[in-house]
């Protein structure tokens, strides 16, 4: 907590003291914060940013909330709550090695809608073991509890270990990887999973949603705007232990590893810039991803009109292959390039890129 002010502090003072438009709160479990530890994060970022954001979210368990954090969070002036539902059943969250049961789900709503907050459910398909009608059941239960926006994402397990592993509880990453190879080898396949993801853009769009992004679905006037600031590629900073930042084009992270990131606090060491970063090309992808679409004729006045002729080019030696729908200069993914979006992204890539699937 210490390295996090100090943190937040020192960026504060570099950036000028910027406003800060919106907020998240997020990377692991933030509801478990005690209320002084809320409070003094508050104070950090007061005392370095004009803190008067239109959005500001924080992720919770739904086993973790009680009145007194959700106050401090309120005072704190967060708007929103994204809950980690991952499954509105006992066997799925079970499937997924989730700690929190399933009625702790509709109290945790209840909870963040006594204070104000608008909500978020997250949820996850493709569990091992998990039937259409599973998926139906979790979808009809997550919208009867009326939650403002859903994000539904396909359960992916990496086979390699990832920095943060090392800050995990536990048995450690060989206890992870025995569980993730098994958990995979009874996924559904790519075809069940095609057809868990339309069931999705069907029932919640019959429900009143706007299937806006991918993985993400709101009611009117409730998209996340924070995350609508990365799918833009606009500016981000990013602060504690793995947190990555977008300023002025440029892409970089803080160390992952705990330890690590409190020593690198102490001696102010510089982020970790990503050197193969290509904005016109992250700007393109991201674009994709909403269902506004990629308007190449902004693109061209942010990127000249080089690189979107490339683009154009690239987009267009797809037609015929129902992954895209053009309306006169500007592209969106179809239905069918929603789920072989990554057949779209990577006739993106510069040509000195090998990508390996």
């Given amino acids: 907590m210490e390295a996090l002010e100090v943190e937040i502090r020192r960026e504060g003072l570099r950036l000028g003291r910027p406003r800060v438009a919106t907020l998240y709160v997020g990377g692991g479990t933030p ?37 007194a954090r959700l106050e401090s969070w309120a005072a704190l002036g967060i708007t929103r709550l994204s809950l980690g539902a991952q499954s509105m059943s006992a066997a799925g969250l079970h499937a997924l090695g989730r700690t929190h049961q399933p009625q702790d789900i509709a109290p945790a709503v209840a909870a963040a809608r006594s204070v104000g907050f608008d909500v ?43 920095e943060a592993v090392a800050n995990w509880p536990g048995a450690g990453w060989r206890s992870v990887e025995r569980w993730r190879r098994r958990a995979a080898a ?63 084009g440029v892409r970089s992270r803080d160390v992952g590893v705990l330890p690590a ?30 269902d506004d679409g990629l308007d190449l004729v902004r693109y061209a006045s942010r990127f000249g009109q080089d690189a979107a002729a490339r683009v154009r080019t690239a987009l267009r030696s797809l037609d015929g292959t129902r992954l895209l729908r053009w309306s006169g200069e500007r592209v969106r ?19 000195d890129i090998s990508v390996s699937t």
């Fill in 31 to 67: 509801s478990l914060l005690e209320p002084t530890e809320i409070e003094r994060l508050a104070s950090a970022l007061r005392d370095a940013f004009a803190l008067r954001p239109v959005e500001a979210t924080v992720e919770a368990n739904p086993a973790t909330l009680d009145r």
């Fill in 120 to 162: 978020n459910l997250d949820l996850i398909f493709g569990w091992p073991g998990q039937t259409v009608d599973a998926w139906h059941d979790d979808l009809a239960a997550a919208v009867a509890l009326g939650p403002d926006h859903l994000s539904c994402y396909p359960l992916e397990l990496a086979l390699e270990p990832e």
């Fill in 186 to 248: 009874s996924q559904p396949d790519d075809a069940g999973i095609a057809c868990l993801y339309e069931l999705a853009e069907r029932v919640l769009g019959q429900s009143g949603y706007r299937h806006y992004e991918i993985a993400n679905w709101a009611l009117p006037g409730k998209r996340c705007r924070h995350n609508l600031g990365y799918w833009r590629n606009g500016d981000w900073l990013g602060i504690g232990a793995g947190a990555h930042s977008h300023l002025a």
């Fill in 261 to 290: 990131y409190i020593a690198a606090i102490d001696r102010d060491d510089e982020r970790i810039v990503d050197s193969t970063a290509e904005a016109a090309v992250d700007t393109a992808m991201l674009a994709l991803r909403l």
């Fill in 333 to 351: 993914l179809t239905a069918r390039g929603r789920l072989l979006a990554n057949e779209v992204f990577v006739r993106l890539l510069p040509d």
